[in-house]
């Protein structure tokens, strides 16, 4: 079975950068997409970023584009969500998915690891 384990998260002041990682361990998935999304207190899961592992293709949500970069380390099964100028409407539990396409749905995707929460202060 695929597992999927974010890390990087913490608490921030505004402005400032956070790099999150997400490990993928167990069956291979090359031609899967691998997504990033993100769920506050009381709101939907939301879309943040993409990637297929084979191309490298990319999407984002029109709230993190300019600010965040999704990447790829296909040897070492990671995804890395780069964070910058972060803001308090980022703050949220981020969750690292893994599916067969890339798609902003969350019903899209397959396996989901536990979250890492990261909280952004004024």
């Known amino acids: 079975q695929v597992q999927l384990v974010e890390s990087g998260g913490g608490l921030v002041q505004a402005g400032v950068s956070l790099r999150l990682s997400c490990a993928a361990s167990?069956?291979?998935?090359?031609?899967?997409?691998m997504g990033w999304f993100r769920q506050a207190p009381g709101k939907e899961r939301e879309f943040v970023a993409a990637?297929?592992?084979?191309?490298?293709?990319?999407i984002y949500a029109h709230s993190v584009k300019g600010r965040f970069t999704i990447s790829r380390d296909n040897a070492k099964n990671t995804i890395l969500l780069q964070m910058n100028s972060l803001k308090p409407e980022d703050t949220a539990v981020y969750y690292c998915a893994a599916g067969p396409f890339l798609v902003v749905s969350p019903s899209g995707y397959n396996y989901w690891g536990q979250g890492t929460q990261v909280t952004v202060s004024s």
């Open positions: 167990g069956r291979t998935f090359s031609n899967y997409a």
């Open positions: 990637i297929t592992w084979s191309g490298g293709s990319t």
